[in-house]
């Protein structure tokens, strides 16, 4: 599969489908004249151009003051490139390093940047050799662009130094440079600044994140509607009747996934003893449902910023212009960023709660889930992880947004913090799956406990391919690897 980057909108769904198919990437015809249309623009203005461009014939940040001759516009881009590349802590992980490649080439496709086609080229045929420079996670302020990591990103890929991973193994560009009969490009005027301004290491992870939330998103559903038959709980929270008077679109989604799932059981159609059912189970529609919307919302602002110019300054060749903004500013994603780690983090604090509950020696449950409670421990420790993965959560969701250190000599007196925000969630999502995984194990050992009524075919085949994986537990046994095959399941499902 050949997926064709144009200005074409690019979505979510397509950018999931590259992903999935192992495409390889190319550019469209469109988007190879848009690009050199704008560098020839460029270049020409170059000629006749008389004041000051930042950037262009300008030094960067508050060093914007001091004018370059033309004899060391080459040299300053260059430089530009290595002298931010100042990356710290741990590696990012490949799949992000493959999203950043084709986010940055996508921005270029425009034709409002002056990058070279031979410099857009390169960044594709990294992603298309699985060449990828290593990047870290720590640098950026999401302001000025992500600087550092987009630095670290374009040393290897553009400039044929540092290293990246290759075939399975960490070497030097130029041994791969060397492989493939690669050479160096050689920056002209401007594009130093257009591979470095720019959102791409915050979108790309923004991206993974909020594809990984939609699926973690439907997950939940079913997880809680195992828990809800496993903890005999009642139906009726769940009727759509009740949620018609008040319609929050993914409350309705989430109140019809359940009843959905539970279709057809025994034993939610049973007499029930007890009048209400506890918070974790009887609001989770408007839980897991605000958790949808606030998903639906970020996406939105996710797919428009990955479908944008967010570098600086802006070529416009067809108005004759060149204009020093603030598009590579990261308030945007800084904000949705925190926004879907704050509604992640109370997806799996409520997924806790529910684990809770089933070990908690109710509605004809045993202690901790085993037959045995006393000499067998059970499920007692599974939620004290749960309990402690949830805590970092709520850790990691305080807003990174809200944030700001000046730099650049005061030039860049605010910024976004918006790649703290990013890897914060990205950490998050992580540990959403986690709880996830645990609540599941629960559920389906709490649920044999109701045998021999059974729950409803969704419910029922779910057990039936979880049982592959994961034994019901009739004595103490090593528990970690239980939930590491729990969590693979709910990788795989």
């Known amino acids: ?17 590259i992903i999935d198919n192992h495409a390889t990437l190319a550019l469209s015809d469109d988007a190879k004249q848009r690009i050199e249309k704008c560098r020839t623009y460029l270049d020409n203005k170059m000629e006749t151009q008389k ?14 003051n001091i004018s370059i001759s033309k004899e ?11 002298s931010h590349a100042c990356g710290l802590g741990d590696e990012v992980p490949a799949e992000i390093v493959r999203l950043m490649l084709l986010l940055k080439a996508q921005n270029f496709c425009f034709g409002y940047s002056g990058a070279q086609l031979q410099t857009v ?25 992500d600087l550092c990591p987009l630095a670290n990103l374009m040393v290897p890929a553009i400039l044929g130094m540092g290293e ?4 399975g ?3 030097s560009a130029q041994e791969v440079y060397a492989e493939l009969g690669w050479e160096p490009i050689t920056l002209k005027c401007k594009e130093g600044l257009a591979l470095l301004n720019g959102t791409q290491f915050m979108s790309s992870y923004a991206v993974w994140c909020i594809l990984y939330a939609q699926r973690l998103s439907s997950q939940c559903d079913l997880v809680l509607s195992l828990s809800l038959d496993a903890f005999d709980g009642r139906i009726e929270p769940f009727f759509d009747e009740l949620h018609r008077v008040r319609p929050h679109q993914g409350q309705l989604e989430t109140a019809a996934n359940v009843r959905h799932n539970l279709e ?14 506890p918070y974790s189970f009887r609001c989770a529609p408007q839980v897991h449902g605000a958790a949808k919307d606030t998903i639906r919302y970020v996406a939105s602002v996710i797919e ?10 802006i070529v416009l060749p067809d108005e004759d212009m060149v204009i020093s903004g603030g598009h590579f500013h990261g308030e945007p994603l800084a904000m949705v960023m925190d926004f879907l780690g704050i509604a992640l983090s109370e997806l799996g604090s409520i997924s806790e709660r529910r684990t809770y509950q089933l070990i908690d020696a109710k509605r004809e449950l045993p202690s901790f889930l085993v037959a045995k409670p006393g000499v067998n421990s059970g499920f007692m420790i599974p939620q004290y992880a749960a309990a402690s993965v949830a805590s970092q959560n709520k850790q990691l969701a305080t807003p990174a947004s809200v944030d700001s250190i000046p730099s650049s000599q005061n030039q860049e007196d605010l910024v976004s913090m918006g790649a703290n925000a990013a890897t914060k969630c990205y950490r998050i999502v992580q540990n959403v799956e986690r709880i996830f995984a645990i609540e599941l194990c629960n559920a389906a050992q709490a649920l044999e406990f109701r045998r021999p009524m059974k729950s409803s075919p969704i419910i029922e085949q779910l057990m039936t391919n979880y049982r592959k994986v994961v034994p019901f537990v009739e004595e103490d046994t090593v528990m970690y690897t239980l939930i590491h095959k729990s969590i693979k399941f709910l990788q795989e499902l």
């Open 1 to 17: 599969m050949i997926h064709y980057l144009s200005t074409e909108r690019l979505t979510l769904a397509h950018i999931k489908e």
């Open 51 to 64: 004041e000051p461009i930042y950037g262009v014939t300008t030094g960067f940040g508050s060093l914007c």
């Open 72 to 82: 060391q516009l080459s040299q300053l881009q260059k430089n530009l490139v290595m």
């Open 121 to 145: 080229q390169r960044l594709i045929d990294c992603y298309n050799n699985d060449v990828l420079p290593i990047v870290y996670q720590q640098g950026s302020l999401g302001a000025s662009g």
């Open 164 to 167: 990246v991973n290759y075939k």
């Open 169 to 171: 193994r960490r070497c």
């Open 264 to 277: 057809g059981s025994e034993i939610i159609k049973q007499h029930k003893k007890h009048v209400q059912d």
């Open 304 to 313: 428009t910023e990955i479908n944008s110019t967010t570098d600086n300054p």
